[in-house]
């Protein structure tokens, strides 16, 4: 019988929330602690859960040093990601990381070689890797169903301009802007599926404060492209779309969170539904299960070569775009 695995949340916003409700689903997962820089808000944070952790605890350092907590899930704001990830490494937690891991493939790649020295687990919370409707649809894809892919659209958009000056998502200091947040997911489908591009076009708009607030994307591939698109300023549907030879796949709204997809070859449309399981976050919980019960430090479906990869080609993009945070100057 595989034992209790027990975690810990640092950073207690939104997502943070989500990620605990899904969690109280999992066979096995046990909340026992939650850390935020106010002990006021981790103690209304775990009282807002159905798990009710026993340390409510008013520092990050407290999460560390507790020796019960054997996982611990980041959710801070991108740009701190690194800092905490690698803390709880030197204290021999193990981490799942919010995506995107680093902010780029320098701090990437310190994660990683921080979980090497201390021989623990660490991964990137990208959870559409490990949706059920999408790990289907890929099935379908490489059964052949649709013959050769040769074009990919896939965009993640929604209108935030209302958002207040010092919100989140238009913080540089906090590497805010759509690529990191949003234009990921896009990105991830297009490496996932085809692999890495041969060349990438973007171009950008920028918010006053100097982040971008809609960006377009084109990777090219020897014998495909993809058009992808992360937004702030519109409303999108968010259906994806795979070409292929003999068919296509559309894969139903939202698309990075999608429960099924239609296949269409010769005009005839076959729908295909999986269910998530609570919102989805779920999935990737059960695969860091599954690769801690291995005594494991990588998962081989979301692996550190994945991660530098697909933070390589954001910095591609930034790249190209003129995109860069205040804090980076220090590096």
């Not at 891991?101 to 320098?106: A, H, P, Q, R, V």
């Not at 994660?111 to 059920?132: H, T, Y």
């Not at 939202?254 to 076959?270: A, K, M, Q, S, Y």
Request: charged share 25%; hydrophobic share 40%; net charge negative.
């Amino acid at each position: 019988m595989e034992k209790r695995i027990k975690w810990g949340i640092l950073g207690l916003g939104n997502i943070a929330r989500k990620f605990a409700m899904d969690l109280s689903l999992v066979p096995g997962a046990e909340l026992v602690a939650v850390a935020s820089r106010n002990v006021e808000k981790a103690k209304d944070f775990a009282g807002s859960i159905p798990q009710n952790p026993q340390y409510q605890l008013g520092s990050y350092e407290e999460l560390f040093e507790n020796r019960e907590v054997e996982v611990i899930y980041i959710a801070t704001p991108h740009h701190a990601h690194k800092k905490w990830a690698i803390e709880a490494m030197k204290h021999g937690k193990h981490v799942l990381c919010e995506k995107p891991m680093g902010i780029n493939k320098k701090e990437v790649a310190e994660m990683i070689d921080c979980a090497q020295k201390n021989n623990v687990f660490l991964m990137e919370g990208l959870w559409s890797r490990f949706n059920p409707a999408l790990l289907k649809m890929k099935s379908v894809l490489d059964s052949g169903t649709i013959g050769e892919v040769k074009y990919i659209q896939a965009d993640f958009a929604f209108n935030a301009m209302d958002r207040p000056l010092d919100s989140r998502v238009w913080n540089p200091d906090l590497a805010g802007g759509s690529l990191l947040d949003i234009g990921i997911y896009p990105i991830f489908l297009s490496y996932w599926l085809l692999g890495m591009p041969k060349d990438i076009k973007a171009v950008a708009d920028f918010h006053p404060l100097g982040v971008d607030q809609q960006l377009s994307m084109i990777f090219h591939y020897e014998e495909a492209h993809a058009t992808l698109h992360s937004a702030f300023t519109c409303e999108s549907d968010m259906q994806a779309v795979i070409g292929g030879t003999t068919g296509c796949i559309l894969i139903h709204p939202r698309w990075h969170e999608t429960n099924g997809f239609t296949v269409i070859t010769n005009d005839t449309p076959l729908v295909t539904e999986e269910a998530t399981l609570g919102k989805g976050y779920t999935h990737e919980i059960e695969e860091v299960h599954h690769i801690l019960n291995k005594r494991e430090v990588q998962s081989p479906s979301w692996s550190w070569d994945n991660s530098l990869e697909l933070v390589g080609l954001m910095d591609e993009i930034r790249g190209l775009i003129g995109l860069s945070y205040p804090f980076e100057k220090d590096d």
